[in-house]
């Protein structure tokens, strides 16, 4: 695929992607809205967040870093027997892996909200609840695996709109979850575990059809003495840690929050939906792009182009990430209060979501770039390399957050969780430093030329939206004391102009579309 194609592809797959980030904004704001950030949204936040890491493992992270690139491999050497025999063991042996995994989840739910709620009071309301929706939420890790087979095959085969497009799916069960079946639990927010079994299944059988028509549907076999099974698992075990470090983390923080108010799962929860936004409409948008693109360079020998991709990769990311960062970072309490400040959702909470939001956007650019270097270790099958960096990126994450959590707590500090989000970020610039360095180290990467000057426009367009946006802050004022359409058009206008300042400053000092284009 030429470079165009993959601009191309991430636009499909970012406009998708983009459908699915406003149904999550929905999703959120009637979540923020109907529930607030009481002890039992916690416990949901919680619940969730344990198969959500799971998924990162079974489903769209580990799996499909090890699963793409044989995959892909298969595909160039053309035999249609041995790729159809791969997918048919691969399918068998996931499928019983994560029924396995989510019936003990489900068994010993009791003692895996304890492990994950450790700092939390033992007659704690938040830990009971926490294991009745782990029961029902667990099963989600199944369907979801399921989904992510599927998306993988499709994505191999240059096919991302729909991919991309099924969590929209997910953001709608919940939203109908919270409408239509609230109303018959005793806790409404169970209506929110149910929501997130019910993705699971309509996310599977939107995908399987479509990978029957456009691929291969698998028939499942069990053996793990697969050679395809064997070479899979061997990829993956490594990539269990490097993919997911940033899930990893985040269940660090949350063991760390609940030693915090009990509203900390929730506000952390919140801001840290804010900051997916960038993350998801491009950062995982590029990377899942360019790593059968990758994989397919690294089967062809081409040195040059593998290096070329990811220089093109991190120049866009580097375009986009940083005034997205800055952006949240000098919106945070604007775009709290502008999406969450109604109903049961006060004015603490969003000034607590806003402290948290500010520290986790330090991190951005650097979650965005690990999406593009991640994938150019996994389409060289190399995973023991960003393994290794994922274990120092935990360690030093814990250190960070026991260093900066701890004192603020016994502080008594209003906003001591904000200190995880701030460890969470560091982590993550951490990781992508010992990332970039690898791959330096290991002669796949050389930058090309034109970086300083690009760093320089980007800069100066830094500055100038920067001012934009807080001539704009400065006019508005106090953004809570207006009514909920007033904080959206003028939330609208600040992000408008921000971003035409930004634009301009690049247009200006002579950067075009086709520089895109051409890295």
């Known amino acids: 695929m030429a470079r165009s194609g993959l601009l191309r592809s991430t636009a499909i797959f970012t406009s998708m992607t983009f459908l699915s980030r406003i149904a999550g904004f929905a999703r959120d704001w009637l979540q923020a809205s109907l529930f607030g950030t009481n002890a039992a949204v916690s416990a949901f936040v919680v619940a969730y967040r344990i198969p959500n890491y799971l998924r990162r493992i079974f489903a769209e992270g580990s799996f499909s870093s090890a699963f793409v690139p044989v995959l892909s491999e298969l595909k160039e050497k053309g035999d249609e027997k041995a790729l159809q025999d791969f997918l048919d063991h691969i399918a068998g042996a996931l499928l019983a892996v994560v029924l396995l995994v989510t019936a003990l989840g489900m068994l010993l739910s009791p003692w895996i909200a304890r492990l994950f709620l450790i ?10 609840l926490t294991a009745d929706m782990l029961r029902i939420t667990f099963p989600y890790l199944m369907f979801i695996s399921m989904t992510a ?21 997910h953001n709608l069960s919940l ?18 575990a149910w929501g997130v079994f019910i993705a699971g299944v309509l996310q599977m059988l939107l995908l399987w059809p479509a990978m029957a028509r456009h691929a291969k549907t698998p028939h499942f076999k069990f053996s793990l003495k697969h050679e395809g099974v064997k070479r899979v698992a061997k990829l993956m075990l490594p990539t269990i840690f490097s993919s997911s470090v940033s899930q990893i983390n985040l269940l660090v923080g949350t063991m760390f929050a609940s030693l915090l108010v009990v509203q900390a799962q929730s506000w952390l929860y919140y801001s840290d939906r804010l900051v997916e936004l960038p993350l998801g409409l491009f950062g995982v948008a590029i990377g899942t792009v360019i790593l059968p693109h990758l994989s397919s360079r690294h089967s062809a020998n081409d040195a040059a182009g593998f290096s070329h991709s990811i220089d093109w990769g991190l120049r866009l990311v580097m375009l986009v990430g940083l005034p997205a960062a800055l952006g949240l970072i000098l919106l945070a309490e604007p775009m709290t209060a502008t999406l969450f400040f109604h109903g049961e959702f006060t004015l603490l909470d969003t000034r607590m979501v806003a402290a948290s939001m500010v520290a986790m956007g330090i991190g951005i650019p650097a979650f965005m770039m690990s999406k593009i270097l991640l994938p150019a270790f996994y389409s060289r099958h190399d995973t023991k390399t960003p393994m290794r960096a994922a274990v120092y990126t935990v360690i030093v ?33 951490f990781n992508t430093a010992m990332l970039w360095r690898y791959l330096m180290l290991l002669g796949v990467y050389q930058p090309e030329k034109g970086w300083r000057k690009l760093l320089l426009q980007i800069i100066l367009g830094l500055v100038l939206m920067t001012a934009a946006v807080l001539a704009i802050r400065h006019f508005v004022g106090n953004w809570s004391q207006y009514v909920w359409w007033s904080r959206v058009l003028l939330l609208l206008g600040a992000v408008a102009a921000g971003a035409v300042a930004y634009g301009l400053a690049l247009v200006a000092t002579g950067l075009r579309p086709r520089h895109l284009r051409e890295h």
């Open 149 to 169: 087979l599927a998306g993988s095959v499709l994505n191999s085969y240059r096919h991302f709109g729909l991919p991309a497009f099924t969590p929209v799916l």
């Open 397 to 429: 994450n814990v250190v960070l957050t026991v260093a900066l959590v701890i004192p603020l707590w016994k502080m008594q500090y209003p906003a001591a969780h904000a200190g995880i989000a701030l460890a969470t970020a560091l982590a993550g610039i």
């Open 175 to 192: 939203i109908g979850a919270m409408l239509l079946l609230a109303r018959y639990f005793e806790i409404e927010e169970f209506s929110l």
């Open 119 to 128: 700092f939390a009071d033992e007659n704690s309301a938040t830990v009971a």
